[in-house]
């Protein structure tokens, strides 16, 4: 019997067991927020049920005067314009620089790990605790390919499935964007 339930046990645990992959979500060593705030570009992210069927997404960081940062997430879903308004703290500066948190609902706040930003921080890759969540964001809707090419190599390194990855159509902002330049 004790054998019978050692071997259930074991049976149970194996497809999770098998599963479950090594990943590095660890933050950027270094991180210097009044550099990262502004508009980012989506432009790939994993599949999720709040960002499903969006298009042409943006984040904004905003530090207000009392520290605190507004998050303005925006896109289009069906054809209409999608705002979601949100809060982040930086409850780490100095230990972890690169982990922010942020909320889009009353006091539940989710992780956002900074995991790579380069050194004139034009494009990012974030993360979570979570192995289920992973962007890709720009400062241009159409990020340059040796950029973009460094932060796919920084996933895979991490242990991402960045075939996984969700290509954000961008033509709306491409066009605003160009119209501007």
């Known amino acids: 019997m004790k054998r019978l339930m ?3 046990l074991f049976a149970a645990a194996l497809p999770v ?4 992959k090594d990943f590095d979500n660890s933050t950027v060593t270094e991180f210097d927020l009044n550099r990262y705030l502004g508009e980012w570009y989506e432009i790939a992210r994993y599949d999720h049920s709040f960002e499903r069927g ?4 943006m984040a904004q960081y905003i530090l207000q005067d009392d520290g605190k940062v507004i998050v303005l997430n925006t896109g289009w879903k069906d054809g209409k314009f999608k705002l979601a308004e ?3 703290k930086y409850p780490d500066p ?3 620089p690169g982990a922010l948190r942020v909320s889009f ?3 539940f706040y989710s992780d956002y790990n900074v995991m790579m930003v380069d050194e004139n921080y034009q494009i990012s890759l ?5 192995e289920n969540y992973l962007w890709i964001l720009s400062r241009t809707p159409k990020p340059d390919p040796a950029l973009l090419q460094m932060v796919l190599d920084e996933a895979q390194a991490r242990g991402y499935d960045t075939s996984k990855l969700i290509w954000v159509d961008q033509s709306r902002n491409i066009a605003a964007w160009e119209a501007e330049q």
Request: hydrophobic share 40%.
């Open 6 to 8: 050692i071997l259930s």
């Open 86 to 88: 949100g809060k982040a």
């Open 105 to 107: 609902f009353l006091f």
């Open 54 to 57: 969006m298009d042409n997404t």
């Open 126 to 130: 974030v993360g979570s605790k979570s």
């Open 94 to 96: 100095k230990g972890e």
């Open 17 to 20: 067991w098998a599963c479950s």
